[in-house]
């Protein structure tokens, strides 16, 4: 079990760029663990975080560990934004092929009945 507290603060230590102490975060990673959360959704939950945090004017959320991964429930919504905002990132195949998306059309209707000539048009007019 030591190795996976390891594993969990060693993920959050080279995502984050910080050298946290160990043993003074020890707590937090044991309540990670305990609810079966893995290194990658540390690097996912601090990659989103500073992906956000480069896109903003201020920091919404500032990367510490204690305020993180102190409580689970808020660790766990943000891994669900997180990870539901790289779902929702749809990649094309390469820059020829999102111009070619772009212009496609998305429904196409077939004409059941072919359209009224002119005379038929102007023989309905009274």
């Known amino acids: ?7 969990l603060h060693s993920a959050w230590c080279k995502s984050s760029a910080q ?16 609810l079966d959360f ?8 601090v990659d989103g975080m500073k992906r956000f945090n480069s896109r903003s004017m201020d920091a919404k959320y500032r990367i510490q ?11 766990a919504s943000m891994l669900a934004e997180f990870r539901g905002k790289e779902r929702n990132r749809i990649k094309p195949p390469s820059p020829a092929q999102a111009i070619v998306e772009q212009f496609r059309g998305t429904k196409t ?8 000539s002119v005379g038929e048009i102007l023989r309905a007019l009274p």
């Open 1 to 7: 079990m030591t190795d996976q507290l390891h594993a």
């Open 19 to 34: 050298e946290i102490n160990y043993r003074a975060t020890e707590r937090l990673w044991y309540a990670l663990h305990q």
């Open 38 to 45: 893995t290194p990658d959704d540390v690097r996912c939950v």
């Open 65 to 75: 560990a204690h305020k993180v991964c102190g409580d689970p429930e808020v660790f």
């Open 109 to 116: 209707v077939t004409i059941q009945s072919p359209a009224k």
